[in-house]
């Protein structure tokens, strides 16, 4: 093959290993800092950084004769595939005992720059001697590495990550850089090696460890017992007596519990927010999780309609394996929509809803902000109707309960969420323990207003303590601010790394 073209092709395959590579490792991080918005920041300056320490290493690569240009890139590249196995393993080993950040330092800015170093030689062997054609021969090669920049990602995110796990998808690049290794040798003594280190990284690809299982480990000390790789994240389940633990990216999402009178997962909110109502007929639900909130609200003999809006379609293989919750799967008046909830709240016109209950994350991690701003409140509000109650899952944010108190006049913290609504609704949830008993599931009613653990169980929810912004202000020892989507307050400035 022409020369001009191994440089070319070497600089697509190199690109794509690259970003695909740097994109794992997003991915990884953000799973073992379940998620701090900060991850990506300090992985892009990690991966900056080798770039500009494998520029050096290229320099010092571009000189004498081309076939010991290439001799020399070679063996980087195939030293390259050897650390991108080894790296998120030492990565999952090392955060046992040491910071995130610390722990990811040297092995994402040596990944990096054992890859960056090609880049200097594929541009020095692709270019033109002729001044006149050096800049049109630099472009070319240029441009397959960007072409390979932009494709990898793509097809790892879009497809790969929904059928590899992240340590099949490392070996994956491996193989890509021992193929550009074999490429840039064009020698029978340097292309068998890399041959090698391609095919036994796909022969060991099933025997490797699972990383997401050792993070969970590493992190928290606990072994999964249930865990699922999509690419809209990564869900683990933990056994526990009462009601198993669920994860969405390694912070937890909630328990498989719909039993008011245990509570472990403070599924009290959620019958407060339906006996708030009089008699609610549609329900939205934004955020499915194990399905417990769900699996509640449909035990409401009033509900009609029940649309609960998911991003991740994995928890229905979650919910699919405990009998617990799984009966909502089957329950005509329950629709299922696979979408991100403020998209899809948008696309509904003038519908409106006597309850919403938003199930969302910890208001600390990326994201987060969508679904606590002020931007959504409002849309919330325009989709709720005049004698509607909302619950958002506020984990205990000060600013998420001042944000919807500058949309709705009645706000108030009840355990860790906030309920809202634009009339006074503590009436209602007062005397709505009559709406509670008449809750059924599995053809039974829930609770029997004979039984004395039942009636305290029905008493904490309608007696409960709810808390106004003065209170919680007064509490936190500082001014509260609005949460906006510009803003990201709950993410940043009052985030878990401010603490």
Request: aromatic share 8%; proline share 5%.
């Amino acid at each position: 093959m022409s020369l001009k073209w191994m440089p070319r092709g070497v600089a697509f395959l190199v690109g794509a290993a690259s970003l695909v590579q740097e994109v794992l490792w997003v991915r990884l991080a953000g799973f073992a800092t379940g998620g701090l918005p900060e991850t990506f920041a300090m992985i892009l300056a990690l991966y900056l950084l080798g770039i500009a320490v494998g520029a050096q290493l290229g320099r010092r690569l571009c000189v004498g004769r081309v076939l010991d240009i290439r001799r020399r890139a070679s063996l980087v590249l195939l030293l390259s595939a050897l650390v991108d196995i080894a790296a998120p393993f030492l990565f999952s080993w090392g955060i046992g005992f040491l910071p995130v950040t610390v722990a990811m330092l040297p092995l994402v800015i040596a990944t990096a720059a054992l890859k960056s170093a090609l880049f200097p030689v594929v541009h020095h062997l692709g270019s033109n001697d002729a001044v006149a054609w050096k800049g049109g021969s630099f472009s070319k090669v240029y441009f397959a590495n960007v072409a390979g920049c932009t494709l990898g990602p793509l097809i790892v995110t879009l497809w790969l990550m929904d059928v590899m796990a992240m340590e099949q998808l490392f070996v994956g690049v491996a193989t890509v850089t021992a193929v550009a290794g074999m490429w840039m040798a064009g020698l029978r003594l340097l292309a068998v090696p890399a041959v090698v280190v391609a095919i036994a990284a796909l022969v060991l690809q099933p025997a490797l460890p699972a990383l997401a299982s050792r993070i969970v480990m590493a992190t928290g000390g606990a072994k999964a017992d249930w865990l699922l790789e999509r690419k809209e994240g990564i869900i683990h389940t933990i056994a526990d007596p009462q009601g198993d633990i669920v994860f969405g990216g390694n912070v937890y999402d909630g328990r498989i519990n719909v039993d008011l009178r245990l509570n472990s997962n403070k599924i009290d909110r959620v019958y407060a927010a339906m006996a708030a109502v009089p008699n609610p007929k549609r329900v939205l639900v934004i955020g499915l999780s194990g399905g417990s909130w769900t699996r509640v609200i449909a035990s409401f003999p009033t509900v009609e309609r029940v649309d609960v809006v998911e991003i991740h379609p994995g928890y229905l293989e979650l919910i699919a394996g405990h009998p617990q919750v799984a009966p909502i799967l089957q329950d005509p008046r329950v629709h299922i929509h696979i979408d991100d909830g403020r998209r899809w709240l948008r696309a509904q016109g003038r519908a409106r809803y006597d309850t919403v209950v938003v199930n969302s994350t910890f208001h600390w991690r990326s994201g987060a902000t969508t679904l606590l701003s002020q931007e959504f409140f409002r849309l919330v509000g325009a989709h709720l109707s005049d004698s509607g109650v909302a619950l958002v899952n506020a984990t205990g944010s000060p600013e998420v309960l001042k944000t919807a108190a500058s949309e709705f006049p009645q706000a108030y913290l009840f355990g860790n969420s906030v309920i809202m609504s634009r009339r006074d609704f503590r009436d209602t949830l007062r005397a709505g323990g009559e709406a509670i008993y008449a809750t059924r599931m599995h053809g039974r009613p829930v609770f029997d207003p004979a039984n004395a653990s039942d009636v305290a169980a029905v008493r904490k929810v309608t007696a409960a303590d709810l808390v106004d912004v003065d209170v919680v202000e007064e509490r936190a020892g500082r001014p509260v601010e609005v949460n906006t989507d510009l803003r990201m307050l709950t993410e940043y400035k009052y985030g878990a790394s401010s603490r």
